[in-house]
C-alpha cells in the first residue's frame, strides 16, 4: 500500500521561504514520477510541479522561478523548496505519486503565508 506523509507547512511572512517534504512507502519510488499540487482556501485543487524518475521538472507558470522540486531517492522523498512567497500561495499543498494505474495522494498540509 503506497504512503505519502507531508510535512514542513506552516505559518511563513510574505517574501519568505518554506520546504515541504514528502516521504514515499510502498511503492519502488525511483520508477515513478511524483509531485505537488495545491489547494487554496475555496478553490479547486491545481498542479503546482512535477518531476519525472529521469529528473525533469515541470512548473505551474504561477510559481515558475520561485518554487523547486527536487527528490531524493535513497530517501524516498520529495521536495518542495518555496521562496518568495505571496499570500496568494497559501493552500493546502499535496504531494502525489503518478502510479502505473492510480494517483496516489498524501493528506495534505496547510501553509498559510501572512503578515
Known amino acids: 500500500q503506497v504512503q505519502l506523509v507531508e510535512s514542513g507547512g506552516g505559518l511563513v511572512q510574505p517574501g519568505g521561504s518554506l520546504r515541504l517534504s514528502c516521504a514515499a512507502s510502498g511503492a519502488i519510488f525511483s520508477f515513478f514520477s511524483v509531485g505537488w499540487a495545491r489547494q487554496p482556501p475555496g478553490k479547486q485543487r491545481e498542479l503546482v510541479g512535477t518531476?519525472?524518475?529521469?529528473?525533469?521538472?515541470n512548473y505551474a507558470d504561477s510559481v515558475k522561478g520561485r518554487f523547486t522540486i527536487s527528490r531524493d531517492n535513497r530517501k524516498n522523498t520529495m521536495y518542495l523548496q518555496m521562496n518568495s512567497l505571496e499570500p496568494e500561495d497559501t493552500a493546502v499543498y499535496y504531494c502525489?505519486?503518478?502510479?502505473?494505474?492510480?494517483?496516489?495522494w498524501g493528506k495534505g498540509i496547510l501553509v498559510t503565508v501572512s503578515s
Open positions: 518531476i519525472t524518475s529521469g529528473l525533469i521538472t
Open positions: 502525489y505519486l503518478a502510479g502505473s494505474s492510480m494517483n496516489y
